[in-house]
């Protein structure tokens, strides 16, 4: 894959455009971003995003549900959607020549969608069983259970299909409303990538634009100064008990989100982090241990989450309190954030090697920052990241704060405080 050039513009009275020229790319990726998710569900049915993004794909006023995707499968393409807390993605992938279509295609389907009604209630049984599905895994449902712990009484904590109660109050009147609010903002960001410049992407795409597009809206913003410790539990038989911990840190801009990353990377995201070797390799306490962080505008989450025997849980916990606290009053041991930083770059780079990872860089950039920073300033910043900053961090996000906990499993009554571990 060679090097992209990035670059971007607003449309005049539209949305953004973003574009990666690849020059020697035999594929295409476009993306439209709807800065929009289950956080603007304030006051509305939660799910009610994840099912706006299904139902754009039962037809439009040009195409039904089955020209949709024959028209892309049949040229060897693919569209697939997905809903997060804060954005909303319609994308579709082919080979260079099927840009033309795609920008066709996905415009139609995200601002030309006709909702049928016949479809509605179609699509509330495929939502219905998809929230079954995932409740009844307790590897998945733990997520929407800690969510629930942490942003307690805020969107960020519903789930995002909702539930088989709210998305029973979702009509038709309910989706075009959404849509229509969020759809046509002009903070919508258009992501391509290909062997395409910005001009001919422009080009592609301006004849399926609709002609009005409106300011975005803040969503409710989230004050984690005033966050309390909640602890969510699902009493159920299970071989295996899932647990999560929550703590709340600081959002996308902070500069602190490098080191953020780091201590998430030598905690628990990679087979040489800290809670892998002690639980997993040394202690045999369970199959599966791993952390990650979250970022939204203005705040964000680190959650550290796990599979284990329940009768190994109080063992496990006390593990994992004893290697943050050992970050907080130590920060890493010698060579840990290099290797972090190696791991980091390293996935940084083979996640480049496609060309749907160029358009969401491209898209993703503008969306959350206004702008395109190339991998090379993002590399550089993560590299410039020290052992103090990492240690910082850790004492900010967890020294004196109780996490947020869920628990699926037996109903052992999670410990009210780590005072002693």
Same mark, same amino acid.
């Given at each position: 894959m060679s090097k992209a050039i990035y670059e971007w513009r607003q449309i005049p009275n539209g949305p953004r455009l973003a574009v990666a020229t690849l020059e020697d790319s035999e594929c295409a990726a476009l993306s439209i971003y709807i800065p929009a998710g289950s956080r603007d569900e304030l006051n509305l049915p939660a799910g009610l995003a994840h099912f706006v993004e299904h139902m754009v794909?039962?037809?439009?006023?040009?195409?039904?549900?089955?020209?949709?995707?024959?028209? /892309?499968?049949?040229?060897?393409?693919?569209i697939n959607a997905c809903t +997060? @807390?804060?954005?909303?993605?319609?994308?579709?992938?082919?080979?260079?020549?099927?840009?033309?279509?795609?920008?066709?295609v996905l415009s139609d389907m995200v601002w030309h969608a006709t909702f049928p009604a016949s479809e509605i209630g179609l699509e509330r049984e495929v939502i219905g069983e998809e929230i079954t599905m995932y409740k009844e895994s307790p590897a998945d449902h733990i997520g929407d259970l800690i969510s629930s712990a942490l942003w307690d009484g805020h969107p960020l904590g519903n789930s995002i299909s909702g539930s088989l109660e709210t998305i029973a #109050? /979702?009509?038709?009147?309910?989706?075009?409303?959404?849509?229509?609010?969020?759809?046509?903002?002009?903070?919508?960001? /258009?992501?391509?990538?290909? &062997?395409?410049t910005v001009e001919?992407?422009?080009?592609?795409?301006?004849?399926?634009?609709p002609g009005n597009f409106h300011a975005g809206e803040r969503a409710l913003e989230f004050d984690r100064t005033t966050a309390a410790q909640r602890i969510v539990i699902d009493e159920r038989e299970t071989d295996q008990l899932q647990l999560a911990l929550a703590w709340h840190t600081p959002g996308r801009h902070a500069e602190s989100r490098h080191a953020l990353r780091m201590l998430s990377m030598m905690l628990g995201e990679t087979a040489s982090s800290r809670l892998f070797?002690?639980?997993?390799?040394?202690?045999?306490?369970?199959?599966? /241990? +791993? +952390?990650?962080?979250?970022?939204?505008?203005e705040t964000?989450?680190? @959650?550290?989450?796990?599979?284990?025997? &329940?009768? +190994?849980?109080?063992?496990?916990?006390?593990?994992?309190?004893?290697?943050?606290?050992?970050?907080?009053?130590?920060g890493p041991k010698p060579g840990e954030l290099d290797r972090a930083k190696r791991l980091t770059i390293a996935q940084s780079k083979l996640s480049f090697e496609s060309t749907g990872s160029h358009a969401a860089w491209a898209g993703e950039g503008v969306l959350d920052f206004g702008r395109v920073p190339s991998p090379a300033e993002w590399r550089a910043s993560v590299m410039a990241v020290?052992?103090?900053?990492?240690?910082?961090?850790?004492?900010?996000?967890?020294?004196? #704060?109780?996490?947020s906990m869920a628990e699926i499993g037996e109903? #052992?009554?999670? &410990?009210?405080?780590? #005072?002693?571990?």
């Open positions: 794909f039962k037809g439009t006023e040009r195409r039904s549900a089955r020209d949709l995707s024959f028209e /892309i499968e049949n040229a060897g393409g693919q +997060s @807390e804060d954005q909303t993605v319609y994308e579709g992938r082919g080979e260079a020549d099927l840009m033309p279509v795609l920008a066709d #109050k /979702i009509d038709r009147e309910t989706l075009m409303e959404f849509r229509n609010r969020h759809h046509f903002r002009s903070d919508v960001v /258009i992501a391509a990538a290909g &062997p395409f001919q992407i422009m080009e592609m795409i301006s004849p399926h634009l070797l002690e639980l997993r390799e040394e202690r045999g306490l369970c199959y599966q /241990i +791993s +952390s990650d962080v979250t970022f939204f505008d964000g989450a680190f @959650e550290v989450s796990a599979g284990l025997d &329940p009768e +190994s849980r109080d063992e496990a916990l006390a593990c994992i309190y004893r290697e943050i606290g050992d970050l907080v009053a130590n020290t052992d103090a900053e990492v240690q910082a961090i850790a004492r900010e996000v967890f020294d004196g #704060k109780e996490p109903g #052992k009554s999670l &410990p009210q405080s780590r #005072k002693g571990r």
